[in-house]
């Protein structure tokens, strides 16, 4: 929670809207009000702020410009304020409300100090970072609570000597550990393969337009060129790459340890194979357990061949045919499951690391320093005494 200090900050993006958001949070955020806000007709301010009241006035220098101030909470005292969107509206109103004694704040630091504890700031943070509907929807359930309610019942889990079962629901949780990892940064994609298997053509096939360069030529893509694209509201980045071959160029060989190093990277590498030379032997030092099969050009091959029959994904980035299957075989690897809404997710680094010390702390029987670590995550709570 934010100190005796009042702070105040844009909450809304900066630049032009119908309306924006300024958040006004400490002791004096009343007293700033009330010294400011010129409300509409004869309405008149209360002493104290009244939590859920609405009133409409005008505030700023001179005749000011018309706001909506909404008092969200009066223990703590959060105040919004809420003005047109334009930007020299907001900055005036940001500077005026500095000038009667607020300190102007970025928006991460508004959240951290106005939070009701860390977890809380940590999950509106990352919120505000989430772009597709996937990770909104995880994030959103630890906001309502999901993660906090998992940590209090598995904390009294602990205090009660029921180790044992604290372990399991503790590795239980780790699951999501690598989808925790990409609610933002999305999951990396390699096209790889031999010269001339189609790489380019899939990536092209896959955004929808020439995002790679395609020759006939061997060796044209000599750098790691990165799309990024969502599959079922989740974040997806494939990268193209150069093909892999024997080769005295040193642009070309550089592309290759490029390509090989962002193969190293990834969550996943799209092997990709001609079809019409269907023996390809993989490098060995691609992980199998990372590799999904993909056998282009079946525009030229006959028809009875199959995925089946291929042992793998059958695609021509041609004609798009498999391309559906391919992108669902590429989801379904990496997102196997996915969380239901509400269900608690350990949904940042932060909290996934301190799972990890927590567990360390089981298997040596050293509950009190397990305590210490989530101490200072659940503000106004003695762990070491729960019940």
């Known amino acids: 929670m934010y100190d005796s200090q009042t702070i105040v900050s844009r909450l809304t993006p900066r630049g032009k809207s119908a309306i924006a958001v300024l958040g006004l949070a400490g002791a004096d955020a009343w007293k700033i009000i009330l010294g400011s806000l010129r409300p509409r007709g004869k309405a008149k301010l209360p002493p104290l ?55 102007l704040v970025d928006w991460q630091e508004y959240i951290k100090a106005t939070a009701v504890d860390r977890i809380d700031a940590l999950a509106q943070l990352t919120l505000n970072q989430c772009s597709l509907q996937g990770p909104t929807e995880v994030v959103l359930g630890q906001l309502n609570g999901a993660f ?26 780790m699951c999501w550990k690598q ?35 395609v020759s006939p030529l061997e060796g044209t893509t000599r750098d ?20 892999l071959r024997a080769s005295s160029d040193m642009l070309e060989t550089g592309g290759m340890e490029l390509g090989k190093i962002a193969m190293a990277d990834a969550d996943l590498c799209l092997w990709v194979i001609d079809a019409t030379v269907p023996h390809c032997v993989m490098p060995a030092e691609i992980d199998p357990l990372k590799v999904l099969k993909v056998f282009n050009k079946m525009d030229l091959c006959h ?17 798009g045919m498999g391309l559906d299957e391919l992108l669902e075989g590429v989801f379904e690897k990496l997102i196997p499951v996915r969380p239901a809404f509400g269900e608690p997710v350990p949904f940042h680094s932060e909290l996934v690391k301190n799972l990890e010390s927590s567990l360390i702390c089981l298997d040596n029987n050293l509950t009190e320093d397990l305590f210490l670590i989530w101490e200072p995550w659940l503000a106004g709570k003695n762990l070491l005494e729960m019940q």
């Open 49 to 103: 702020p009244v939590a859920g009241s609405l009133v409409i006035g005008r505030m700023g220098e001179g005749a000011g410009d018309e706001v909506v101030v909404h008092v969200v909470s009066d223990n703590p005292i959060l105040v919004e304020v809420n003005p047109h969107g334009g930007v020299s509206v907001v900055e005036m109103l940001l500077n005026f409300l500095a000038s009667r004694g607020a300190r």
């Open 148 to 173: 906090k309610a998992w940590l209090d019942k598995w904390l009294i889990t602990v205090r009660q000597g029921d180790l044992g079962l604290a372990k399991a629901a503790l590795e239980s949780m």
């Open 179 to 213: 989808l925790a990892s990409h609610l933002i940064q999305p999951w990396k994609i390699v096209i790889a393969g031999k010269t001339n298997a189609g790489k380019s053509s899939l990536m092209n096939c896959i955004a929808g337009y020439q995002r790679s360069i």
């Open 224 to 243: 790691v060129l990165w799309l990024q694209t969502a599959i079922h509201g989740w974040p997806f980045a494939f990268a193209d790459t150069a093909g």
């Open 303 to 319: 028809k009875s061949e199959t995925s089946e029959s291929m042992g793998g994904l059958c695609v021509s980035a041609v004609s």
